[in-house]
């Protein structure tokens, strides 16, 4: 079996704001919106050439679509957006008014994210890889070692 794409799809109240949010500071576009589903798509080019469609999918938590014992808002749900610029995304995304929840910083894993807050109160982690601190590689070996 072949997988062609995987999205989520958020359950929540809020299309509209959504799709403001998702337009405004991550840059997606909407490829299908009706009074109950909003889906929208990015598409990018990677680190290797390669043309890359990212997409994200709202509906109303109260569709008939969804199995009723499913029929609530989406929530406690991390969504993580890889940017080469992420600097430059959170000062545009804060400047804009967007909340900020976590300060852009750089962790000793190898990574430089900050973290936002969509319409929704899902969780936004952006992020850059970078490399990781010498002390962590060196303990991260150790700890291989002693498996």
């Given at each position: 079996?072949?997988?062609?794409?995987?999205?989520?799809?958020?359950?929540?109240?809020?299309?509209?704001?959504?799709?403001?949010?998702?337009?405004?500071?991550?840059?997606?576009?909407?490829?299908?919106?009706?009074?109950?589903?909003?889906?929208?798509?990015?598409?990018?080019?990677?680190?290797?050439?390669?043309?890359?469609?990212?997409?994200?999918?709202?509906?109303?938590?109260?569709?008939?679509?969804?199995?009723?014992?499913?029929?609530?808002?989406?929530?406690g749900l991390v969504l993580s957006?890889?940017?080469?610029?992420?600097?430059?995304?959170?000062?545009?995304?804060?400047?804009?008014?967007?909340?900020?929840?976590?300060?852009?910083?750089?962790?000793?894993?190898?990574?430089?994210?900050?973290?936002?807050?969509?319409?929704?109160?899902?969780?936004?982690?952006?992020?850059?890889?970078?490399?990781?601190?010498?002390?962590?590689?060196?303990?991260?070996?150790?700890?291989?070692?002693?498996?």
């Open positions: 079996m072949t997988l062609n794409l995987i999205y989520p799809l958020i359950c929540t109240g809020k299309l509209a704001e959504s799709r403001d949010f998702y337009r405004r500071h991550l840059g997606f576009g909407v490829v299908f919106e009706s009074d109950w589903y909003l889906h929208m798509e990015r598409r990018d080019v990677d680190r290797e050439g390669v043309e890359r469609a990212h997409q994200i999918a709202f509906i109303l938590p109260d569709h008939d679509t969804l199995p009723v014992t499913h029929r609530r808002p989406t929530s957006f890889e940017f080469a610029e992420v600097d430059l995304l959170h000062d545009a995304m804060r400047d804009a008014g967007a909340p900020i929840l976590w300060p852009l910083h750089d962790e000793e894993f190898g990574q430089r994210h900050f973290m936002s807050e969509d319409p929704n109160g899902l969780l936004l982690d952006i992020i850059k890889p970078i490399p990781p601190a010498p002390e962590f590689v060196a303990r991260m070996a150790g700890t291989a070692a002693a498996d």
